[in-house]
Each structure stands twice: as structure tokens, then as C-alpha cells.
């Protein structure tokens, strides 16, 4: 909160319209947790509320998002905030955590439990069922026998079908004799094991979001508007009514943030930064934002388009294309560490 102050002088709640405690806490624009970005605008209309509703969206864009990939970035250079991801690999609001599988002998297998970018494969039992499809089966710490053959038999296992053994070596023999006191008869087969060093392999990283992640996205655009603009709207007028009703609740009658192609996306000031990208601009019925987080020709992070309002908007309400890149780079503040700067930014026509 240090940094950089609202021009809006809310003093009602823009989501509910309640009286604002002078005292409270405001919401940032960009997620904390993606580094605190020097003379990053905050915008502070928010009852506290309305704030935990917004911080529903938030959760589930830090945690399950292809986002949350890139966020050793931010706290890289935002060590005060280094705490708060402890309990990342949780999921949020219904949504589970990214899973990552890591494809050996043509088969992909569960990563291991996160540490990094490890690419070890969890301990699991793999074989081919009856229809065709491949079943896995992870194997945890301290399994039975018992528990591990009723994980087989629900996966569909049946006898005298080949099994494959993709366990970590100190655990081989008793995973192995465990199987075999099982199932005699069935042959085990292991998959072949890396020799220690740098390997390329290929994998499969999967994210699942629900409508609290676009909420996060929606939240973000507005909230940038409302600070960035030059036209002093508060975020109560009528007009953002459907985005104000989207990002509390997630209910909307279209949705209002929707893919767009890498084509439209503006590029980061340079190549080789990444940086946060909120920009604006005027369609034919209306005013709609872009947001590109982690943006830079390395991520694989996806632009989102965020149509704010629906009307017709006249010619000198936004001027033209017009943002802000909230660029990583090493800043610091008073001995401080900040993860960047924000940098205006214009995008031509056509
Ligand atoms: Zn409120």
C-alpha cells in the first residue's frame, strides 16, 4: 500500500455501495502474489466484503491458472511475499491443482509432488485394460497389498494382464513382491529408468479453471480502468453494472471474458521482459480490456479479452489503444526488492 495512490476518491464500496471505513484496506489491481509492482496504482474502493469476494476469483487464479506456473517469478523479486505460498498445490474453489504427467516409454506418468520443475515420475503401476485404454495407479507411501490390489481391480485390472512397475528404486523389490503375491501370474514389466543428469522430455501439464478464475481476469480489467482512465468514472455507473454483477458473483448473461489469438496481443516493451499487460480499447458496441499475465515470448500464458461495458462509447472517452506493461525488472526501493515497473503502453491501429 506503500506505493502509489488511487486518483478515484471512493468513498462507497463500488460493488455494494456501502459507506467505506477510512481505515480499510484496498484491493490491488494485480495480485499481490504476482509482485508488487513500484508505482503500481491500488485502488481502494472496496468493503472488505466485496474484497474476499474478489479474493474467491483470486485464489483460483494463483493456484490453478497456467499463471500459477510463473509466480517463482514474482516472488523471486517479492521476498516479503516468498510466505505466502506455502500450500500452493491445493486448488481453489473447486477447482483442482495444475497435474503434470511426464511422458517415459511413450506412457505419460503422474509428476511426483511438485517440488520445482522436478520431472520425476510418481510411483505408479500401469497396464492396458480390456477396451484398450491405459490405466495408472499411483502407489503411496506405506500402501498394503490389500489396498493396492483394490486400486487395480476399480481400475479395471484383470487377470493375466501385463504390468507396468514405474516405482522409485528403494522401493522397487517390495513393490515388485507385493505384485507377485498379488498376482502370480501376470507379467511385470518396468519401464526404463534415466540416468542421472539433463534430460528433454516431453509432458503434459493440465489445468482446470472454473468461473472464479475469469472473475479474477474480469477484476483485474476493471479495476486497471477505473485507476488508469482519465474519464473519473467510479465503477457505480449503470454501465458496468454486468461487469460489477460478474465479479462478485460469476453470473453474467454472456460470458464477458473470452481467448483471444497471440495475434492481438500487444508485445512487452522488450523480448526479453516479462511483464503483466492491461490495455483498452473501443469496439463497436462498447469498451473491452485485455489481460495478459506473465506475457513475454517464452510463456505459454494466454491473453484474455474482458468486454467491460456494452454501450456505445464516443470517440474521445478512450482516446485509442492505450495500457500499461507492468515490466519485471530488478528495482529496489529503500533496500527493498520490486518486482518492476509499469510502463505505459500504445498499440496502433491496424
Ligand atoms: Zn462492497
Redesign the pocket.
Known amino acids: 500500500m506503500k506505493h502509489g495512490h488511487s486518483e478515484v476518491s471512493a468513498t462507497s ?1 463500488i ?4 459507506p467505506l471505513n477510512a481505515s480499510g484496506e484496498g484491493d490491488h489491481t494485480i495480485p499481490l502474489a504476482y509482485g508488487e509492482f513500484f508505482k503500481a496504482r491500488n485502488f481502494f474502493g ?2 472488505d ?2 474484497h474476499s469476494k474478489c479474493d474467491q476469483g483470486a485464489a483460483q487464479l494463483l493456484r490453478c491458472g497456467i499463471e500459477s506456473e510463473y509466480r517463482d517469478y514474482a516472488t523471486l523479486r517479492s521476498e516479503r511475499h516468498a510466505k505466502r505460498r506455502s500450500g500452493m498445490s491445493k486448488g481453489a474453489m473447486g477447482a483442482p491443482a495444475p497435474s503434470r504427467t511426464v511422458e517415459i516409454d511413450g506412457r505419460h506418468l503422474p509428476v511426483r509432488q511438485r517440488h520445482g520443475n522436478s520431472v520425476e515420475p510418481s510411483d505408479c503401476i500401469v497396464f492396458r485394460r480390456a477396451d484398450g485404454s491405459e490405466a495408472t495407479v499411483s502407489v503411496f507411501p506405506r500402501m498394503g497389498a490389500r489396498a493396492l490390489a483394490r486400486k487395480l481391480l476399480a481400475a479395471g485390472w484383470v487377470e493375466g494382464t501385463e504390468v507396468f512397475v514405474s516405482v522409485a528404486e528403494e522401493r522397487h523389490a517390495e513393490i515388485v513382491s507385493m505384485l507377485e503375491t498379488l498376482i502370480p501370474r501376470a507379467s511385470y514389466r518396468e519401464t526404463s529408468v534415466l540416468a542421472a543428469g539433463v534430460h528433454r522430455v516431453k509432458g503434459v501439464n493440465v489445468y482446470t479453471v472454473n468461473t472464479h478464475y475469469f472473475r479474477a481476469i474480469a477484476k483485474i480489467a476493471f479495476h486497471h480502468y477505473l485507476c488508469w482512465s482519465t474519464t473519473q468514472e467510479s465503477g457505480r455507473e449503470p454501465r458496468f453494472d454486468e461487469i460489477r454483477r460478474f465479479i462478485t458473483t460469476g453470473m453474467a448473461a454472456q460470458p464477458p471474458v473470452v481467448s483471444v489469438g497471440d495475434d492481438s496481443v500487444p508485445p512487452p516493451e522488450s523480448p526479453a521482459d516479462v511483464a503483466h499487460i492491461v490495455c483498452f480499447g473501443r469496439t463497436a458496441d462498447g469498451l473491452v480490456g485485455l489481460v495478459h499475465l506473465f506475457a513475454n515470448e517464452d510463456t505459454k500464458t494466454r491473453p484474455w479479452l474482458v468486454r467491460l461495458t456494452h454501450d456505445e462509447i464516443s470517440d474521445d472517452e478512450v482516446p485509442d489503444v492505450w495500457g500499461h506493461a507492468y515490466v519485471y525488472c530488478d528495482i529496489v526501493d529503500g533496500g527493498k526488492p520490486y518486482a518492476g515497473v509499469v510502463r505505459e503502453i500504445r498499440i496502433r491501429h491496424g
Open positions: 464500496c460493488y455494494c455501495g456501502l472496496l468493503c466484503s466485496c
